[in-house]
């Protein structure tokens, strides 16, 4: 198998599907307007860029509103232990009309499946947590149908997953590739990233820590992505890229973090994958927005000088097959 450089980058699109149990949505209403209007933007510089993205989209959002998403539930529902981390429990509690905005994005999902080297992708249908308690194999295996049913109505066949919080269940391999899941992005190997559930403040502290000095090395080659006749290639996250940062000097230090990284994975041939969340860029969009411009044209510089070359997850997984 012959081996190249690539950057990888996959966005976890979530809106408030993946926070509504940390935030009170009055207070995030500017923050995800923002990120809706951030992904036209996003896009542009993709495609000026040439960067191939897999966008890992929550199933829910590909409905255009609530009367839709009521159309489209599930056959069972995972029965969390903790009830306030379902996305079901919030959408009965909480004024639909109010939040509508926040929670749907059919038509960006367009836009994304519309530009090219975009690869649309699955976070599961509900932001499904796949190591909490309470929640079963079962009740995961009809959330990720429905994923893939609304995404099916949409001309969508969904081919790659990335699991919410980074709840990476082995276990639960099988059934996504049962169900034509090739890919999935398991964590980084770090100690610190292994008890993502837990979330202690060591781990927090050492995650922020690596951000911003690098503890080791983030890159790895293509031969060492995990491949199984029964499951979906395994493909490791590389690096967080962290929201803009006040101090100046903070944020330089975490683009010279991510440009020396993706340096080393164009000089040795190996994979860089980077990692975010849209809604990331929500808070302060001016600033974010010129912090990717630096790192994609760090990435034009290193497509120059060594061939370094952009793959989203698919054409990752499709490489390996070849």
Same mark, same amino acid.
């Given at each position: 198998?012959?081996?190249?450089?690539?950057?990888?980058?996959?966005?976890?699109?979530?809106?408030?599907?993946?926070?509504?149990?940390?935030?009170?949505?009055?207070?995030?209403?500017?923050?995800?307007?923002?990120?809706?209007?951030?992904?036209?933007?996003?896009?542009?510089?993709?495609?000026?860029?040439?960067?191939?993205?897999?966008?890992?989209?929550?199933?829910? %959002?590909f409905?255009? +509103?609530?009367?839709?998403?009521?159309? *489209?539930l599930p056959? =069972? /529902?995972p029965?969390?232990?903790?009830? #306030?981390?379902?996305a079901?429990?919030?959408?009965?509690?909480?004024?639909?009309e109010?939040?509508?905005?926040?929670?749907?994005?059919?038509d960006?999902?367009?836009?994304?499946?519309?530009?090219p080297?975009?690869?649309?992708?699955?976070?599961?249908?509900?932001?499904?947590?796949c190591?909490?308690?309470?929640?079963?194999?079962?009740?995961?295996?009809?959330?990720?149908?429905?994923a893939?049913?609304?995404?099916?109505?949409?001309?969508?066949?969904?081919?790659?997953?990335?699991?919410?919080?980074?709840?990476?269940?082995?276990?639960?391999?099988?059934?996504?590739?049962? %169900?034509?899941?090739e +890919?999935?992005?398991?964590?980084p190997? *770090?100690?610190?990233? =292994? /008890?993502?559930?837990?979330?202690?403040? #060591?781990?927090?502290?050492?995650?922020?820590?690596?951000?911003?000095?690098?503890?080791?090395?983030?890159?790895y080659?293509l031969?060492?992505?995990?491949?199984s006749?029964?499951?979906p290639t395994?493909?490791?996250?590389?690096?967080?890229?962290?929201?803009?940062s006040?101090?100046d000097?903070?944020?330089?230090?975490?683009l010279k973090?991510?440009k020396?990284?993706m340096?080393?994975?164009?000089?040795s041939n190996e994979?860089?994958?980077?990692?975010?969340?849209p809604?990331?860029?929500?808070?302060?969009?001016?600033?974010?927005?010129?912090?990717l411009?630096?790192?994609?044209?760090?990435?034009k510089?290193?497509?120059?000088?060594?061939?370094?070359?952009?793959?989203?997850?698919?054409?990752?997984?499709?490489?390996?097959?070849?």
């Amino acid at each position: 198998m012959k081996e190249g450089g690539y950057l990888v980058i996959s966005l976890d699109f979530e809106l408030l599907w993946g926070v509504f149990d940390k935030v009170d949505y009055k207070n995030k209403k500017s923050y995800f307007s923002n990120t809706k209007q951030l992904v036209p933007q996003l896009l542009e510089l993709f495609k000026e860029y040439e960067i191939h993205v897999t966008w890992a989209t929550v199933g829910m %959002l590909f409905n255009e +509103n609530w009367s839709e998403w009521q159309k *489209n539930l599930p056959s =069972t /529902n995972p029965k969390y232990v903790n009830s #306030k981390i379902s996305a079901y429990n919030y959408a009965d509690a909480v004024p639909n009309e109010e939040v509508e905005e926040m929670c749907f994005a059919k038509d960006l999902i367009l836009q994304i499946n519309n530009t090219p080297f975009q690869e649309v992708a699955t976070h599961t249908y509900s932001h499904y947590y796949c190591l909490e308690s309470g929640q079963t194999l079962e009740s995961f295996k009809a959330d990720l149908k429905m994923a893939i049913s609304v995404a099916k109505k949409m001309n969508i066949s969904l081919k790659s997953l990335v699991f919410p919080r980074n709840q990476f269940n082995e276990s639960y391999l099988k059934v996504c590739y049962e %169900l034509g899941v090739e +890919n999935v992005r398991s964590n980084p190997t *770090n100690w610190y990233w =292994t /008890n993502v559930q837990g979330d202690s403040l #060591k781990d927090k502290i050492f995650r922020t820590g690596d951000a911003y000095l690098g503890f080791n090395d983030k890159s790895y080659k293509l031969s060492e992505v995990k491949i199984s006749e029964d499951k979906p290639t395994s493909q490791k996250a590389s690096r967080l890229l962290r929201p803009h940062s006040n101090s100046d000097f903070v944020n330089s230090l975490k683009l010279k973090r991510i440009k020396s990284e993706m340096t080393k994975a164009a000089k040795s041939n190996e994979i860089y994958h980077l990692w975010w969340h849209p809604h990331n860029f929500g808070q302060n969009p001016e600033g974010n927005l010129n912090d990717l411009k630096s790192i994609l044209k760090h990435y034009k510089s290193c497509n120059r000088k060594y061939g370094f070359a952009s793959l989203n997850m698919k054409e990752v997984g499709d490489k390996i097959k070849k």
